[in-house]
């Protein structure tokens, strides 16, 4: 491969990176405004399916048993991190 291809490519590499460092900080930002947003409603709800601690919980990690249907539920920040690793993956980015 010559020298000039092979830069190009490393530059396209290192865009990517950090591009999906961006969307995954922009997004973890979002999560934490709009869980801001309905916390309140949250607590205050009688009827609600989950108790105040899985809903914090649920914000960065899963709840639930992952092989029950229907009793799981994927952490909305965990889920963020593992759509960006699968993309990595899928590019071939190491880090």
């Known amino acids: 491969m010559n020298r000039l291809f092979q830069l ?12 999906l460092q961006c969307i995954s900080n922009a997004l973890n930002k979002e999560i934490e405004v709009l869980a801001g947003r309905i916390r309140h409603s949250v607590y205050c709800d009688i009827h609600k399916m989950y108790t105040n ?9 899963e709840i639930g048993n992952v092989n029950g249907a229907g009793a799981f539920v994927s952490g ?9 690793k699968a993309v990595k993956k899928e590019l071939e980015i190491k880090r």
């Open 53 to 61: 601690t899985e809903f914090e919980t649920n914000i960065h990690s």
């Open 8 to 19: 190009v490519l490393d530059s396209i590499h290192e865009v990517c990176i950090q591009f």
């Open 76 to 84: 909305l920040k965990s889920f963020i991190d593992q759509g960006i």
